[in-house]
């Protein structure tokens, strides 16, 4: 995808090397440049405060300022601003969490060169994605709630998030899962935060608490 402006990117990673690589392969994506780079939200925020930014790509799990309150506060005094949310492999709910960042789009770290063209592109141009992977944690995690829970959680699902979960969970690739389902990747977006929040009402309201209702929404 060619862009006719350069766009402005900002990156928050505390690993050094990781942030090194992220910067190192953003900078080679036509049209991208990297303006600034930062291991805690505060100082990449005051940065933000002075300098016009159309991109950031933020980790979750930052120290201090955690990426999910980050990702809130910058969203909030910048709309344009569009955000990529990244999390590492580690439990589900650790996986899950990273979608309650207020984000354009979530992905796990390990995506290679072309997955970051296309992610980035798609993001730029108004849309949104979130990783299978993160799906499926997703998914997994409402299928070990104990079997009576189960059941009345399923009552408050559409029939197309049911039919969403059913095929993820059946190991259907995210293309067959837009075509069975006739969806768009942003569909997929939202049918995925949708379901993040019933499952959040309804572990709370039920005294089911697993981490990744530890954060507010």
Known sequence: MMFEEMFRVVIIEPDILTRFTLKKMMEAIEGFQVIGDFECAEDAISFIDDNIVNLV????????????????????????????????????????SSLLADADAYFIKDLDFNGWKSVVSNVLQGGCDVDLRIQYALFNCIQTLPKKQLALFAQNLSFLESSFINLGLKGFSKNEI?????????????????????LIDFTRSNNLLPEVVDYEV
């Open 57 to 96: 790509i933020m980790d979750v799990n930052l120290p201090y300022l955690n990426g999910i309150e980050a990702s809130n506060l910058i969203k909030n005094r910048y709309h344009s601003v569009k955000i990529v949310a990244l999390t590492s492999y580690g439990s589900d709910s650790f996986i899950i």
């Open 178 to 198: 837009l075509e069975s389902l006739e969806f768009s990747i942003n569909d997929i977006y939202i049918y995925v935060h949708s379901i993040l929040e019933k």
